[in-house]
């Protein structure tokens, strides 16, 4: 139990265009949802929480309008990264907890390569 | 604010040899606690974790951690390492009632064979 996907698991775009990256809680409903990125060779670095029906969450210095995160339904949220630059370029994981239970249950991660 | 250290940021190990990692917490209240693995160009896995009781905690691939309370610390162990232990290993803390991790910054493990 407690799946989590994303699609894609990577993904190449042009500079200027827009990538949406899916995640999905496959067997249970996640009333929250986390998004981080992560840089090679580092830690995980928190971007946003989600909300099931509510507008995330950022962290300090995640620019809501470049990283637009929307959590529609309970087993899903997406992100997309509008107009990617090549510093964009990393490593996107999403994580899904249940209520009441203090877990992450984390996402392979989606490699996104802007050129 | 909250924090978590991990002192260890490389490792280099021989094989059959003994790891102990570090990781240490900011946190007075109630703390649940995480070890992830995550192997080159792999995603993370969790190792182990320690909601309460028996503060000695049982993990995957032969792994242990010691929650101490009184040291705010929750070390990884493993009595013999091996080659495919190469990996990033990352300690999370989620403090008192919110699911909100507090990742450490990792520490990278390279066993010799």
């Known amino acids: 139990g407690a799946v989590v996907s994303q699609h894609p698991s990577w993904v190449i775009c042009k500079s200027g265009t827009s990538v949406k990256i899916e995640c999905r809680s496959l067997d249970f409903q996640a009333t929250t949802m986390f998004w981080y990125r992560q840089f090679p060779k580092q830690s995980l670095m928190l971007m946003a929480t989600s909300n099931e029906g509510s507008k995330a969450t950022y962290e300090q210095g995640v620019e809501k309008d470049k990283f637009l995160i929307n959590h529609a339904s309970l087993t899903l949220s997406t992100l997309t990264v509008t107009s990617a630059h090549p510093e964009d370029s990393s490593f996107y994981i999403c994580?899904?907890?249940?209520?009441?239970?203090?877990?992450?249950?984390f996402g392979p991660g989606t490699r996104l390569t802007v050129t | 604010a909250q924090s978590v250290s991990q002192h260890n940021h490389h490792v280099i190990l021989s094989e059959a040899a003994s790891l102990e990692l570090g990781c240490n917490y900011s946190?007075?209240?109630?703390?649940?606690l995480f070890w992830y693995v995550q192997y080159p160009g792999q995603h993370l896995q969790l190792l182990l974790k320690y909601f309460s009781g028996d503060p000695l905690v049982k993990g995957i691939k032969g792994f242990e951690a010691e929650f101490i309370k009184s040291k705010f610390s929750f070390n990884l162990r493993k009595p013999s390492v091996q080659w495919s232990d190469t990996a990033e290993y990352f300690c999370?803390?989620?403090?008192?009632?919110?699911?909100?991790?507090?990742f450490g910054t990792g520490t990278r493990l390279k066993v010799l064979a």
């Open positions: 994580s899904a907890t249940e209520p009441s239970v203090y877990e992450q249950y």
């Open positions: 946190y007075g209240g109630t703390v649940n």
């Open positions: 999370a803390v989620n403090a008192g009632l919110t699911y909100k991790y507090i």
